[in-house]
T-cell receptor
Framework: DTAVSQTPKYLVTQMGNDKSIKCEQNLGHDTMYWYKQDSKKFLKIMFSYNNKELIINETVPNRFSPKSPDKAHLNLHINSLELGDSAVYFC???????????????FGAGTRLSVL | AQSVTQPDIHITVSEGASLELRCNYSYGATPYLFWYVQSPGQGLQLLLKYFSGDTLVQGIKGFEAEFKRSQSSFNLRKPSVHWSDAAEYFCAVGADAGNMLTFGGGTRLMVKP
């Protein structure tokens, strides 16, 4: 069974559309993340959710909204898509102990979003 | 704020040759350091990690890395590269606050037959 799964794997859409990417983890982790990897392969964190509460929100446009119906799922909704949103989006998860860093994050296979 | 630099964007080695991928970090406290590998079209897989203790850490697929505090480095090594090692390699540093990972820009490894 895949530990962290994302759907869809590929997403091609027009500018201005609204789209969602789903992420599910079956590892029993408390914390989930969304990362964006741009065309130059730079990976940057977008959001982190700990047990359904947002704990990091890097400077991401508010067109991006994470939604966590439960701690095993963290979906990413994107409104009014722009060309610059084209990237690969990775979901990840980890155990979370308050105040302890260095926990291992497990990544999904990524969703390649292309905005035309 | 922490940062990670991978000075080499591309590296090409012959199969069977040794490999060293460089990683330098900037962080105010003891860092938590990671190496991940990304094969084409795939997600990131953890190769190894350093939290504390022995500064030479062993990972999967025959990789190892050495933490050198004096040089702020965490270089990845492999004594003999296989063609299947061709991939993108990312070094990352983790912080206490929110368990955030900061990644380097990646190094693309190509392996010649």
């Amino acid at each position: 069974d895949t530990a962290v799964s994302q759907t869809p794997k590929y997403l091609v859409t027009q500018m201005g559309n609204d789209k969602s990417i789903k992420c599910e983890q079956n590892l029993g982790h408390d914390t989930m993340y969304w990362y964006k990897q741009d065309s130059k392969k730079f990976l940057k964190i977008m959001f982190s959710y700990n047990n359904k509460e947002l704990i990091i929100n890097e400077t991401v446009p508010n067109r991006f909204s994470p939604k966590s119906p439960d701690k095993a799922h963290l979906n990413l909704h994107i409104n009014s898509l722009e060309l610059g949103d084209s990237a690969v989006y990775f979901c990840a998860s980890s155990h979370k102990l308050a105040g302890v860093g260095g926990d291992i994050q497990y990544f999904g296979a990524g969703t390649r979003l292309s905005v035309l | 704020a922490q940062s990670v630099t991978q000075p080499d964007i591309h590296i090409t080695v012959s199969e069977g040759a040794s490999l060293e991928l460089r990683c330098n970090y900037s962080y105010g406290a003891t860092p938590y350091l990671f190496w991940y590998v990304q094969s084409p079209g795939q997600g990131l897989q953890l190769l190894l990690k350093y939290f504390s203790g022995d500064t030479l850490v062993q990972g999967i697929k025959g990789f190892e890395a050495e933490f050198k505090r004096s040089q702020s480095s965490f270089n990845l090594r492999k004594p003999s590269v296989h063609w299947s090692d061709a991939a993108e390699y990312f070094c990352a540093v983790g912080a206490d606050a929110g368990n955030m990972l900061t990644f380097g820009g990646g190094t693309r490894l190509m392996v010649k037959p």
